[in-house]
Nanobody, 116 residues
């Protein structure tokens, strides 16, 4: 089993920045990727950014236009999401995720609210 705990959400004005953190515990030796998803009210959960620990590859939601950066420290199994130039449409619950076959593990989520 793996547990994921997020922190760092909050209320910010448009144009501001936030950094989310997620720390994994449990059977962390099985983790090879960590990701951030978000879900706005009434919408589907979508992938925001993913980090592959094995080769360092990162993937991003294309519409972010380079405003977000995912990074991490494998020594303490923590992944970060630096969010800059935030927009009201970034408002959502942000979830930390890791995929370990045969399924996904999720954190409890952290709310990000961007005011206009």
């Amino acid at each position: 089993q793996v547990q994921l705990v997020e922190s760092g959400g909050g209320l910010v004005q448009a144009g501001g920045s936030l950094r989310l953190s997620c720390t994994a515990s449990g059977r962390t030796f099985t983790i090879w990727n960590m990701a951030w998803y978000r879900q706005a009210p009434g919408e589907e959960r979508v992938l925001v950014a993913r980090l592959n620990w094995n080769d360092g590859r990162t993937d991003y939601l294309e519409s972010l236009e380079g405003r977000f950066t995912i990074s991490g420290d494998r020594r303490d199994m923590t992944v970060y999401l630096q969010m800059n130039s935030l927009k009201p449409e970034d408002t959502a619950m942000y979830y930390c995720n890791t995929y370990i076959s045969p399924g996904n593990y999720w954190g409890q989520g952290t709310q990000v609210t961007v005011s206009s």
